[in-house]
């Protein structure tokens, strides 16, 4: 099978950038292109909403530093894929699961694979939360490489 489209999840940590710029290198070499994506977290309240001045106000203005955040990750993949010679588009995804977009993602894009590091948490969160790559793998129809 020869992949055209690839999906390149990222969260912006330095694991999830080795799996964007092996994706390109793949891309490159197999002749894809790639949409670079980044999932902006959920804003999480303190437990007593009473200690926050403007509770609305925070998580609009978290909302909209996640958004230009996640938009600044996938601009540097896109800028790396063009100095690379591969077509790329970028998505920044609002909140939700990050797997569950991903392969919304991937399905809307007809992407045909999905290149993702193997998790971009480390320690204790990794195993509360469980790795979103292997959410990717257990409930993906696109096939996925998981880059380690």
């Known amino acids: 099978m020869m992949f055209k489209h690839i999906l390149l999840p990222t969260d912006g940590s330095p694991l999830s950038d080795k799996g964007v710029q092996r994706g390109i290198a ?3 070499r197999i002749k894809a292109r790639v949409t ?3 999932v902006v977290p959920e804003f999480r309240a ?3 909403d009473t200690l926050l001045p403007s509770s609305a106000e925070l998580r609009e203005r ?5 958004r230009a955040r996640g938009q600044r990750i996938v601009d540097k993949a896109a800028k790396r ?3 690379a010679g591969v077509r790329c588009a970028t998505i920044v995804a609002p909140g939700g699961l990050p797997y569950e977009q991903i392969i919304a993602a991937a399905r809307k894009q007809k992407c045909d ?5 193997s998790h971009g948490r480390r320690g204790l969160s990794s ?3 469980g790795s979103e790559t292997a959410k990717v793998l257990t409930h ?3 096939p996925v490489l998981v880059v380690r």
């Open 113 to 117: 694979l999905i290149v993702m590091a």
């Open 62 to 66: 978290f909302r909209d530093e996640a």
């Open 127 to 129: 195993v509360l939360l």
């Open 81 to 83: 894929a063009k100095a």
């Open 36 to 38: 670079a994506m980044h």
């Open 140 to 142: 993906s129809k696109v």
């Open 46 to 48: 303190l437990a007593d």
């Open 26 to 28: 793949f891309a490159k």
